[in-house]
C-alpha cells in the first residue's frame, strides 16, 4: 500500500526541510481488502510476521534516500527467556551437581568412574542445547518463529547481554553505537561525510534555537517511550531504535536475524561469549573449591562420615583442573564456531586478532591434550594389518524397516550359514589392530593413573571406545567450520552441513560409544536426528526458493515441535539422572527405600556389566518351527519313578518334618523352578495314609525327642527348609534367614568399595548329613519294588521327596556361587 503523507496534511513533510522537524501524528485506515490475504489463524500465533515500512524519496531524482522500517507484533511469542531461561538454568545446574556428586564419591577410583560413567553427561546437555541455539546461524531466510525459540537457549553459548555491555564492547569492535540513529542506517559514513545519512537518520535535525526557549517540547521530542493506549497524541517517538549493525527490522536473515532478539550485534557475539567464558571458568573454580570447603565443614560437624569424600578433599586441585579442562571441552565448539563467523565478518582488527588468538589456543591446546590422551595409552604397543572384507546384509531400522546392514567379515560369529541374513555382496576391506605389548595390562578404565590424568575425556565412553573423545572433537571442529566459516556461501554451509550430519549419525550410531544408555538415547539418537530435520527443512529457507512466509512459518513451528521433544527429554533424563546418583551415593549403605530397592540392584548390576565391556544379549529370533503349534494330542509323560517308604527302613530318616531348620538353604533350591508352596501335590503320599496325616518315625531314640518337641511346639508356621524364593538374583539380597547365624548377604562399606551383587549364600552342612540319604537310595532296589506296587499303588505325584532333594540344592547352590 502506498501512502502519500502530503495527502494526509502532514505538511511538515511535504516537503522535507533540514530547519523544520518532522512533527506530526497519522493514521492509516485499513480497508477490508487490505488484509483479505492475512488468515485469520495468523492473527493470533506466536511472533506473527508484519511489518510496517515508511520510504522516502528526493523529488529531484525520485530515487529512495531513506527507508523507515518497524516490526508488528500481536504480543505472543515464543521468546520466553525469563522464565525459559531460568528453568533450563537451574535443571541444567542439578545436572551439574548430579554429575559431580558422583566424580567425588568414593574410594577406588574405578569403582567412582562406573558410576561417573552412568550419570547424565553435562556435556550431553549443553550439547543439545547449544545445537538448538547454533541452528540460527545458518544463512538463510529465518521465519520470525525460530529465532524467537532460540533466543531461549541463547545463555548456553554465552549470547546475553544488556545495553551497557553492548555499549562497553562496541568501543573495542569498532561498531560506534549512536542511539540517535534509527532505522537501516547503522555507523557506516557514507562518501558526503554522512551528509543524507545523517540528516534522515539522525535525531538532530532541527536548530537547538528553536526550542532553547522552552525544555517541554525537547522533551518531549526526544522521548522514546512506547505507544500510549489511552493517549495516542503522548508520544512523538514509538518504540526502540535497533542497535547498529541489526537487520532491518522486520527481517531475520542468518544469524544476524537470531541475535537481533537478543539485542547483540553479529560483530560483538564473539567477544561478549569470550567474557562470559571466563566468568565461567572462575565460578567453576569457586564452586569446587567450595564443595571442599562445606564437606570439611559438615565432616568437622560430625553431620556427614568422612570416608567417602577422603579422596576427593585430599586432591581437590586435580578436581579443580580436571574440571576447568572439561568446561573447555565443553565450551570447544562454542568458541570455534564464533571465531570462524567473526573471521567471515571480516571486521575491525582488534576482535579478529583476538578471534585468532583464542581459535589457536582451542585448536593447539584441547586438541593436542587430545592427541596426547591417545598417545599416552598407546605408545606401549603396536598396530596390525591385516585383509578383511565388508558384508551388505539383509537388516532392519527399529526392527522393522528393512535396510541395508554392514558387517565385517572378522566379526561374525562360528554359526549356521543358514542362520545369517541375506547377502548383497562383499567389498575389501583392511583390519587395524592395536597390539599391546604387556599382554597382561589393565584396561583402560582399570589403570588409575590413566583415569587421573585423562578421565575427564575418557571416563564416560565403553571400554572398548575409550578413544571415542578425539573422534567427538573432530566432529565437533568440522560442524564449526560448516556453521561459522562458510556463512558467506548459505549453499555450500547447508547442504553440506546436512550430508555431514547424515554421515555422522551413521558413524556414531554404528560405535555406540556411551555405557550409560540415556547418554546414548540423547546423544547417539535423538540429538543427531533432530540436527538432521532441522537442517534439511532449512533447505527451504535458502533466499533462492524464496518461500511463502505463511509455508515458512509452518516448517519452522515443525523444527520447534521436533527440538522441544528433544529439550523434554533431556529435562526428564535430568530428573532420572538424579535418582540414579542418589542410588550410586547409597552404594555402600544399606538403608534404602524398599520400593527401589529391586531397581537399585538392576541399575547396579546393569553398570557392571557395562563396565565389563559385555556384549548385547542376542535377540530371539522366531523361526516357523518354534512358532507354528503344533496339534495337540492326549499324552502323559512319566518325569520321575520314587519308591514308597517302607517299615523295614527304620536306619534312614524319610521324614525331614525333625530336621534342624539350619540344614535348609533359602532360596536356592527353588531356582528356575515354579513355586509350588500351596498345591496338594508338593506334599508327598506315604503308604496310605491320608495326606493332612502327621506322619511319624517308626523308631524312636532319645535324641529324637528334643526334636519332636520343637517340631510340635512350632505350629504351623512354615518350615525353613521349605521356603522358596523365585529368583536365584533376589536370593542375596532377602532378610536373613531365620534359624541360621550366616547373614545370606555381606554387609556395604565404602572401605570395601565393590558393586551391589547378589551373593548366594552356602548352608553350613557337612557332607555327611546327605551322604546317608543318598546311600538309602538305590536306582535298581526301586524300580524293582516300584514294578510290584505299579499295579496296586499308582505314583501320581511328580515332586520329589526332600530329603532326595537336597543333594541337588547342594549342587546348584555351589554352581551358583
Avoid at 358 to 376: E, K, M, P, R, S
Avoid at 455 to 464: C, V
Wanted: charged letters at 20%; proline letters at 7%.
Amino acid at each position: 500500500m502506498t501512502y502519500d503523507p502530503c495527502k494526509a496534511n502532514i505538511h511538515s513533510m511535504c516537503p522535507l526541510n533540514n530547519s523544520v522537524p518532522i512533527t506530526a501524528f497519522a493514521a492509516i485506515p485499513l480497508a477490508p481488502h487490505d488484509v483479505s490475504g492475512i488468515p485469520s489463524i495468523a492473527l493470533g500465533i506466536p511472533d506473527l510476521e508484519g511489518l510496517a515500512r515508511l520510504q522516502i524519496f528526493a523529488n529531484s531524482t525520485q530515487t529512495q534516500i531513506g527507508c523507515f522500517q518497524a516490526v508488528m507484533t500481536n504480543g505472543n511469542s515464543f521468546s520466553q527467556p525469563e522464565a525459559v531461561s531460568s528453568f533450563l538454568g537451574v535443571m541444567v545446574f542439578i545436572a551439574v551437581l548430579a554429575s559431580f556428586a558422583t566424580a567425588i564419591y568414593g574410594l577406588s577410583i574405578p569403582h567412582m568412574r562406573v558410576h561417573y560413567a552412568h550419570s547424565f553427561s553435562v556435556l550431553v546437555i549443553f550439547e543439545t542445547l547449544q545445537s538448538m541455539f547454533f541452528s540460527g546461524a545458518l544463512s538463510v531466510n529465518w521465519p520470525s518463529v525460530l529465532p524467537a525459540w532460540w533466543s531461549n537457549f541463547a545463555w548456553t553459548a554465552g549470547m546475553f547481554a544488556n545495553n551497557q555491555i553492548v555499549r562497553s564492547v562496541s568501543s573495542f569492535t569498532g561498531n560506534n553505537v549512536n542511539i540517535t540513529q534509527v532505522g537501516g542506517a547503522g555507523s557506516v559514513q557514507i562518501n558526503n561525510g554522512g551528509g543524507l545519512l545523517q540528516q534522515i537518520y539522525g535525531r538532530s535535525l532541527f536548530d537547538a534555537s528553536l526550542f532553547q526557549n522552552t525544555a517541554g517540547p525537547l522533551k518531549s521530542f526526544t522521548q522514546r517511550n512506547a505507544y500510549n493506549a489511552s493517549d495516542p497524541y503522548d508520544y512523538t517517538w514509538g518504540g526502540h531504535p535497533r542497535t547498529p549493525g541489526m537487520p532491518m527490522p522486520g527481517t531475520w536473515p542468518g544469524f544476524s536475524g537470531t541475535l537481533s532478539l537478543l539485542n547483540i550485534p553479529p560483530a560483538e557475539a564473539f567477544t561478549i561469549s569470550i567474557i562470559w567464558l571466563l566468568v565461567i571458568l572462575a565460578a567453576v573454580v569457586l564452586f569446587v573449591v567450595a564443595v571442599k570447603l562445606t564437606l570439611d565443614l559438615l565432616i568437622r560437624l560430625r553431620w556427614l562420615k568422612s570416608d567417602g569424600f577422603d579422596y576427593f578433599r585430599s586432591h581437590v586441585w586435580g578436581y579443580t583442573i580436571s574440571a576447568l579442562l572439561r568446561t573447555l571441552f565443553i565450551a570447544f565448539f562454542t568458541v570455534m564456531t564464533l571465531a570462524m563467523y567473526q573471521f567471515s565478518l571480516r571486521g575491525s582488527a582488534g576482535p579478529t586478532a583476538v578471534a585468532v588468538i583464542v581459535w589457536l589456543i582451542f585448536l593447539l591446546g584441547i586438541g593436542g591434550i587430545t592427541v596426547y590422551a591417545c598417545y599416552f595409552r598407546l605408545r606401549h604397543g603396536k598396530y596390525e594389518t591385516g585383509p578383511d572384507s565388508l558384508r551388505f546384509e539383509q537388516g532392519t531400522i527399529c526392527g522393522k524397516v528393512p535396510f541395508i546392514a554392514t558387517t565385517r567379515q572378522s566379526k561374525i560369529g562360528e554359526e549356521e550359514p543358514s542362520q545369517r541374513p541375506y547377502l548383497f555382496g562383499t567389498m575389501p576391506f583392511v583390519k587395524v589392530k592395536y597390539v599391546d605389548d604387556d599382554p597382561n595390562r589393565d584396561p583402560v578404565h582399570l589403570d588409575e593413573g590413566y583415569v587421573k590424568r585423562f578421565g575427564w575425556l575418557s571416563a564416560r565412553y565403553r571400554r572398548s571406545r575409550w578413544w571415542f573423545f578425539a573422534v567427538y572433537l573432530g566432529y565437533q571442529f568440522i560442524r564449526a567450520c560448516f556453521i561459522g566459516g562458510a556463512a558467506r556461501s548459505p549453499l555450500a554451509q547447508v547442504y553440506g552441513l546436512f550430508i555431514f550430519d547424515i554421515i555422522a549419525l551413521v558413524v556414531i550410531m554404528k560405535l555406540n560409544p556411551f555405557e550409560s544408555n540415556r547418554n546414548t538415547a540423547v546423544a547417539v539418537w535423538m540429538l543427531s536426528i533432530s540436527k538432521i530435520v532441522t537442517t534439511g527443512l532449512s533447505i527451504a529457507f535458502l533466499p533462492a526458493f524464496s518461500i511463502n512466509r505463511i509455508v515458512a512459518t509452518v516448517l519452522g513451528i515443525i523444527i520447534i515441535v521436533v527440538q522441544g521433544f528433544v529439550a523434554i527429554a533431556v529435562l526428564v533424563l535430568i530428573v532420572l539422572g538424579v535418582l540414579s546418583t542418589w542410588m550410586s551415593l547409597s552404594r555402600n549403605r544399606e538403608e534404602f527405600p524398599q520400593v527401589l530397592e529391586q531397581i537399585r540392584i538392576n541399575y547396579f548390576e546393569h553398570a557392571k556389566a557395562c563396565a565389563d565391556n559385555f556384549p548385547p544379549r542376542p535377540k530371539k529370533s522366531k523361526t516357523k518351527e518354534e512358532t507354528s503349534e503344533e496339534p495337540r494330542q492326549a499324552m502323559f509323560e512319566v518325569r520321575d519313578v520314587r519308591r514308597a517308604p517302607k517299615i523295614e527302613d527304620e536306619g534312614v530318616d524319610k521324614f525331614p518334618d525333625l530336621d534342624p531348620p539350619n540344614m535348609s538353604v533359602t532360596g536356592v533350591g527353588a531356582s528356575g523352578r515354579r513355586s509350588r508352596a500351596n498345591s496338594a501335590s508338593s506334599r508327598f503320599s506315604v503308604s496310605s495314609l491320608p495326606r493332612t496325616t502327621r506322619v511319624h518315625r517308626a523308631s524312636w531314640s532319645s535324641k529324637d525327642i528334643p526334636l519332636w518337641d520343637s517340631e510340635m511346639n512350632r505350629g504351623d508356621q512354615q518350615r525353613v527348609g521349605h521356603s522358596r524364593a523365585s529368583s536365584l538374583r533376589l536370593s542375596g539380597y532377602v532378610a536373613d534367614a531365620p534359624g541360621t547365624s550366616t547373614p545370606v548377604r555381606r554387609p556395604m562399606t565404602p572401605q570395601q568399595e565393590i558393586l551391589e551383587e547378589p551373593q548366594v549364600q552356602q548352608p553350613d552342612s557337612s557332607p555327611t548329613e546327605y551322604t546317608d540319604s543318598s546311600q538309602a537310595f538305590d536306582p535298581e532296589e526301586t524300580k524293582t519294588k516300584d514294578k510290584e506296587k505299579e499295579g496296586s499303588t499308582p505314583a501320581t505325584d511328580t515332586e520329589p521327596p526332600e530329603v532326595e532333594e537336597k543333594p541337588r540344592v547342594e549342587s546348584e547352590a555351589k554352581e551358583a556361587s
